[in-house]
């Protein structure tokens, strides 16, 4: 995999947002605020929510044996354990982390990143995905997205 594929990867965008959204909170444009106990347990449910569906994916993955990699060709057709809920949960993930942070660091202003993480993820990762894996596994894949969302 070349470099530029490497750096095109979801934590890369998820990273990148993050920064944007910490120093948005940081500059605060308007004096927003959303800032109470139940905004920052919110945030905490969110997080640690968004982490576990990442274990959970990356651990299915694993004992299926295939990658984990976006970019790289499926060896199974994954539609055991959180898979069942959610064709991408790691994605979710990475969007339900942004959200709770955005929460945690009281950065209102930044949650307009949330849809446009949302949009990156789908066109850069699951649409491409989902290419590959409707040519590779054809009806299985068919079948598979009659009975599993997207997203939840």
Known sequence: MSRMKWLDIPP????TVLVAAYFLGQSQPWN???????????AAVLIGGGLILMLLAVTEMRR???????????????????????RNPIYLGDIMILA??????????????????LWVLEKRFV???????????????????QKTRRWI
């Open 12 to 15: 890369v965008w998820l990273l």
């Open 32 to 42: 927003l605020s959303i800032d109470h106990p139940l905004t920052q347990f919110l």
């Open 64 to 86: 299926q044996k295939t990658t984990v990699i976006p970019h790289l060709e499926a060896d199974q057709l994954v539609q055991s354990g959180i898979f069942k809920r959610s």
């Open 100 to 117: 709770g942070f955005i929460l945690r660091w009281d950065a209102p202003v930044a949650l307009p990143l949330v849809p446009v993480l």
């Open 127 to 145: 649409i491409p995905e989902e290419n590959r894996l409707r040519r590779k596994f054809r009806q299985d894949f068919f079948k598979y997205t």
